[in-house]
């Protein structure tokens, strides 16, 4: 169906400025690890600059690049400063990627959330920048369609609490499956399209079920879309396309089912005979199967095929409804011709119906194709990053959740049984099975010394 992809804003073009060496240089720097701003200041600059780089990134893998490089970073220095135990000061400032609202936390888990939701963002910007008439360019919009439903699935799993509804549990669901449906629609359908359309009775069948997944794809982000909590907060072009799409691919669902028993009934009607592999693709075609269907009796087969077109008709009706309500949807030309068209073709073809005697049957429900999706959570390993705050010692020791005195010199004499302590481990190392009556406990008590270079 030619349509844009419907993509996600980033919430990362409009983000309020932070100016770490602020509170970085004195109330951490000095308080916390004992050293000299100055001696970290080109590092917190650097980061920084980093965050400044994420305003406005391009849409391609760069850009992506960039997201993940600050995504990466961020998990050091919240190590390093952003613990709840310190005051650190820093107000992590996003506002609303749908109502432009304006949030603040002090927490580093929103601050990540909001770089998660703007690289799964990003992932959808490339997607619909891709040339979907070529195979190389549908499957590179659905592989990033894929990698940003696999970011939204893990924002779920991590991130609860959001300050902001954009990425509130109801709608990362429904991002998550509308980038659903548009991957169905691309992996299932489109594909079908560029590889050529066929007119076999198993094809169509197989058409019939892919169209219906597609369908019921768009109708669980319908039923999400109508909620009350909704109303009022998505573009209405937004609502308008999904429901135009969930109506459209149902009627292209019930106009190939009756293909399919318009072909039977023209089989039977020359004396042919339904082949074993017609009525296997049968049995899974409907949810309920019912002796005419499988009967050589043309009339029996006319009557699905009339039913089948009855609904394809008022759901492409409903479809041609909803563009022409949407004033949004103006600009999109070829859209309003498509569904014209796919209207125009379901009447004519139920025209021609018109005269043939028929059966009164009533047709089950198609059965949707099964189609796996598996969403790659985020994979940040290839890029590499480095700790620039290797100055304040090893991380796993030096972290904002550790408190350390200030550094002083202890000046130990042998005795005759030694130093009194044992070491253990290594850069820092740790102070152990201190002696109550050895050398060591001249100058620190038991347990006070931790670390040593």
Not at 78 to 86: I, T
Not at 109 to 122: C, G, M, Q
Not at 276 to 305: I, P
Not at 419 to 431: A, E, I, K, T
Request: charged share 20%; proline share 4%.
């Amino acid at each position: 169906m030619y349509t844009n992809i419907l993509h996600l804003p980033n919430t990362h073009t409009h983000t309020t400025h932070i100016y770490y060496p602020h509170y970085y240089k004195q109330e951490i720097a000095q308080r916390h690890y004992h050293v000299d701003p100055a001696s970290i200041y080109a590092a917190i600059q650097e980061f920084q600059d980093l965050r400044d780089s994420i305003v406005a990134v391009s849409k391609n893998s760069e850009g992506l690049f960039l997201l993940c490089n600050y995504y990466k970073q961020l998990n050091i220095v919240s190590k390093r400063f952003l613990d709840k135990r310190l005051k650190h000061g820093v107000a992590f400032s996003w506002f609303d990627a749908i109502s432009g609202t304006l949030a603040a936390q002090q927490s580093a888990i929103y601050e990540k959330a909001a770089v998660l939701f703007n690289v799964s963002s990003l992932h959808t910007q490339i997607a619909a920048q891709q040339d979907r008439s070529t195979r190389e360019g549908l499957d590179l919009a659905t592989c990033n369609l894929q990698k940003a439903i696999g970011c939204l699935d893990y924002m779920k799993d991590t991130f609860s609490h959001s300050p902001t509804k954009d990425m509130s549990v109801e709608m990362l669901n429904m991002f998550g499956d509308l980038m659903k449906a548009q991957s169905h629609e691309l992996s299932i359908w489109e594909a079908e399209k560029l590889a050529g359309l066929q007119t076999d009775v198993v094809s169509l069948i197989g058409y019939a079920e892919k169209t219906k997944r597609i369908s019921e794809s768009y109708k669980a982000v319908c039923e999400q879309v109508d909620e009350p909590s909704m109303k009022g907060y998505l573009p209405a072009c937004w609502v308008a396309i999904i429901k135009i799409k969930d109506a459209h691919f149902r009627g292209l669902s019930h106009y190939y089912a009756a293909l399919v028993h318009i072909l039977l009934s023209e089989l039977f009607r020359h004396g042919g005979h339904i082949s074993e592999s017609v009525r296997t693709e049968m049995h899974f075609m409907y949810t309920d199967t019912n002796k005419e269907l499988f009967s050589e009796n043309v009339k029996d087969h006319n009557g699905f095929a009339l039913s089948h077109l009855d609904s394809a008709c008022i759901q492409s009706e409903y479809a041609v409804k909803y563009d022409r309500l949407c004033k949004d949807l103006e600009p999109l030309k070829p859209l309003h011709q498509l569904l014209t068209e796919t209207n125009e073709q379901n009447l004519t073809k139920r025209q021609e119906m018109a005269n043939i005697e028929s059966n009164a049957v009533c047709p089950s429900s198609i059965q949707p194709a099964a189609v796996d999706l598996n969403p790659p959570p985020p994979d940040f390993s290839t890029v590499r990053t480095r700790d620039g705050f290797k100055a304040l010692g090893p991380l796993p020791s030096f972290s904002a959740e550790n408190s350390w005195t200030v550094p002083r010199t202890v000046v130990l004499r042998k005795g005759k049984s030694g130093f009194g302590f044992s070491l253990q481990g290594s850069y820092p190392v740790s102070f152990v099975d201190v002696e109550d009556t050895g050398p060591a406990k001249v100058g620190w008590g038991r347990g006070e010394g931790r670390a040593l270079y």
